[in-house]
């Protein structure tokens, strides 16, 4: 069975992380049994969540899982389109997983009240004496690697600014379809759905989940993804 190290169910999503979201929607599609387990950073090949674990091996980064269950587990997740759907689909699929992610990690990591919510809690089972130090030092981390990705030189009105032009082109392009690509899903929705729960998440306070609550169509889109994918998860309230 495969073990997929990430991180457990947060702030009412299936992972903070939607890459973990994403390999998790995959494993599902492809119908191949595997346990989601919270990672030990120091065993991620790549340094970063998600990786998985099959018979000993481990592999680190989301779409090269992809890869990985169709050459070895025969996955299609994109059996019904064409090429130029899959074109589409991949366009749609890059730009949350390389674009609007930095949007998230930004408003999450930088706006003091989101951090308060939300990632200061990873630290949770750290020992108290050294907590502060190692918040403080993963907190300087991610603001880096956001300077170095680019969204860390903008203002918190521009990240913004970006994040809801992608929002508005995923609500055009999905329009009354049930999924991106149509009525089922494709291997592109395990990253758009993670992307987009992401920023619907109910937990922090954004002006990109504020605008991506008016999307009608989007909030469908992610609750319908939540109950076929982590019908768990879905608010009974
Ligand atoms: N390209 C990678 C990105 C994974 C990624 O950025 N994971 C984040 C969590 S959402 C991470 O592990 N960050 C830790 C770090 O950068 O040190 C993928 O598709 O799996």
Known sequence: MITLHGST????????????????????????????????????????????????????DST?????????????FD?????????TAQAFEVMCDEHLYWA???????VAENFERGPRHFFDSA????RPVIVAMVGRSVVRTLKGQGF????KQEVEQLAIRDIDAVAAFIGDKPFLMGNEPCGADASVWSGVTGVLCKH?????RDHAEKHANLVAYSARGMARWFPELVETS
């Open 9 to 60: 169910p947060r702030f009412g999503l299936p992972s903070a992380s939607s890459f973990v979201s994403k390999v998790e929607i995959l494993l599902k599609m492809a119908g191949v049994p595997y346990r989601h387990v919270d990672a030990n950073f120091s065993r991620a090949p790549k340094g970063k969540i998600p990786f998985i674990e099959e018979d000993g091996e481990l592999l680190g």
């Open 64 to 76: 090269f899982i992809r890869l990985h269950l169709e050459d070895r587990h025969g996955a299609n």
């Open 79 to 87: 059996g019904g389109l064409d090429a130029s759907e899959k074109a």
């Open 104 to 110: 998230t990690v930004h408003a999450r990591w930088t």
């Open 127 to 130: 020992p108290a004496l050294l």
């Open 152 to 155: 860390g030189r903008h203002t």
């Open 204 to 208: 922090f306070t954004t002006p990109i």
